[in-house]
């Protein structure tokens, strides 16, 4: 398996961060559409994109620095050691 060097992980950071903002903005701008029927303006937009950029960071910081395969492995285990006693 190949390594990172600090160049590409970086470059993969900001790719999914992008990718991020601009999934939540979407998501953001449906979900305004549809529960207040208001129409969207580019002022909406602006907000919009200013309330996705920290979740987006967010999500970056929990999703490189948190392997979640680990706790679901440590969680299926704790259960079935626990059902065989």
Do not use: C, H
Request: proline share 1%.
């Amino acid at each position: 398996m190949k390594s990172f060097d600090s160049a590409e992980k970086i470059e993969v950071t900001l790719e999914f961060l992008i990718f991020g903002i601009v999934i939540g903005v979407i998501e953001d701008i449906v979900a305004v559409k549809v529960t207040t029927g208001a129409s969207i303006t580019w002022e909406t937009v602006g907000i919009i994109v200013l309330i996705a950029i920290p979740f987006a960071v967010l999500g970056e910081i929990f999703a490189d620095n948190i392997d979640f395969a680990k706790y679901i492995r440590r969680f299926q285990s704790g259960r079935t050691n626990g059902l065989e006693k």
